[in-house]
């Protein structure tokens, strides 16, 4: 019987199984009421005395032997199923495609506008020093927009800030080019604002400049026009109203006619029929000068719009946060072709 016993204990050791049907054999053939085992205790009777301790023990061996082998065998064949359901090669390939984020379209519209007339990409660092983002810029040393209220600052003495703005980059072309200078800068800039329907601490902005001989303000509202009509629509009017920027001057802000309401006044337009799209200018002759450019020779205009504000106006979307959130039922409304 000990020899029969050892057998059995090696054949169970042995075995594997391929599928869960086989494995329900294995167990049937030796844990069922007329399987193996209770044939094995059955037979017990016949043992004599001075042996029954060491072959009981035997038995129980060979029994937990058994019970161990299903348990993990049918561990490692669910694990197997499980994997052959996660790779299924053969379902068909239906994964969604997914889609530009709507800032990243209306970024990309705008520079195929301006690459038409013939204006190239520039990209500048995200981190700053004073020089390219204030100072060449013409900020009085003591401008608010310096101040720890508005500006991120890395390190003090000398400063160095992430850019509040992309007009850095335009100091940048003007250092390493020489006019005629046809240039816009998309990017990402920083201020410390309060998270708001309206404002984040990041968004984007893209620059415009150009730089020539003869460069007037005729130029600059002719070629905004032109972008205005390209982006919102053919029926879109547009007009300048004076401002200051201490990199410009003049210097003023563009309406369009509200895209919503065609101008008619709405609540977006406040029922002025006018929405505010960006910042612009003649290049203050003291910036040209901080950048080597002879500001005799030369003339420029400049620009720079916030992505996200005319994003929000195209796409008639109300709060600012939804963009960087990142949820799909957002994001997948938005459709593009570049
Ligand atoms: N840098 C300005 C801002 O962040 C935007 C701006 C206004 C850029 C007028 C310009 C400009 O180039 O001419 O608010």
Redesign the pocket.
């Known amino acids: 019987m000990k020899e029969k016993i050892g057998t059995l204990l090696d054949d169970v050791k042995a075995f594997k199984a391929e599928n869960i049907e086989q494995l329900e054999a294995f167990r049937i053939k030796y844990l069922s009421k007329k399987g193996v085992i209770a044939a094995l205790f059955a037979d017990f009777r016949n043992v004599v005395p001075e042996h029954r301790k060491e072959i009981g023990l035997m038995m129980n061996g060979l029994k937990t032997a058994v019970q161990d082998k299903i348990v993990s065998l049918k561990e490692s064949l669910e694990n197997i199923t499980e994997t052959a359901v996660k790779a299924d090669l053969s379902l068909p390939a239906s994964a969604p495609l997914g889609t530009r984020h709507p800032l990243s379209i209306v970024r990309n519209d705008i520079i195929d506008i301006f690459s038409r007339i013939g204006f190239t990409v520039s990209e500048g660092p995200e981190i700053e020093d004073d020089f390219h983002n204030f100072s060449a810029l013409n900020f009085p040393a003591d401008h608010p927009a310096r101040d720890m209220q508005d500006t991120f600052f890395i390190e003090k003495d000398p400063d160095i800030a992430l850019r509040t703005?992309t007009?850095s980059v335009q100091v940048r072309v003007m250092e390493n080019s020489n006019p005629p200078i046809r240039t816009i800068s998309p990017g990402r800039v920083f201020r410390n604002e309060a998270i708001s329907a309206r404002a984040h601490c990041i968004f984007h902005?893209v620059?415009g400049l150009y730089v020539d001989t003869d460069v007037s303000f005729a130029d600059l509202k002719q070629t905004l026009y032109y972008f205005a009509k390209e982006l919102f629509g053919e029926h879109t009017k547009t007009r300048f109203r004076p401002s200051y920027?201490p990199?410009?001057e003049p210097?003023a802000e563009m309406d369009i006619s509200c895209n919503i309401c065609g101008g008619k006044g709405c609540n977006i337009c406040k029922y002025t029929g006018w929405v505010e799209i960006l910042?612009?200018?003649m290049v203050d002759p003291n910036v040209l000068d901080a950048c080597a450019i002879d500001s005799i020779k030369y003339t420029g205009f400049?620009?720079?719009m916030g992505v996200e504000r005319i994003t929000m106006l195209k796409y008639q979307i109300n709060d600012l946060r939804l963009f960087f959130e990142n949820d799909v039922r957002f994001l997948e409304q938005f459709k593009s072709t570049i």
Request: glycine content about 22%; proline content about 0%; overall charge negative.
């Open positions: 703005h007009s902005q620059e920027f990199f410009t210097s910042g612009c200018g400049a620009f720079g």
